[in-house]
């Protein structure tokens, strides 16, 4: 699996910036934080939840 450069990591940066502006990028960097993190979280209770059974 290819992994990201930092180059393209700038280059989706500038995009999102030009497509969203300065002010709403800030709020959706939090969104998609959160919802990783609640992601990460449900995951984990899932795996626990999994070897609890067996």
Wanted: proline share 6%; glycine share 8%; net charge neutral.
């Amino acid at each position: 699996m290819p992994s990201i450069g930092f180059s393209e990591l700038v280059l989706i940066l500038i995009i999102a910036l030009v497509i969203f502006g300065p002010k709403k990028l800030p709020e959706i960097g939090k969104a998609i934080g959160v919802s990783i993190k609640e992601f990460k979280k449900a995951t984990k209770e899932l795996i626990e939840d999994t070897e609890k059974t067996e």
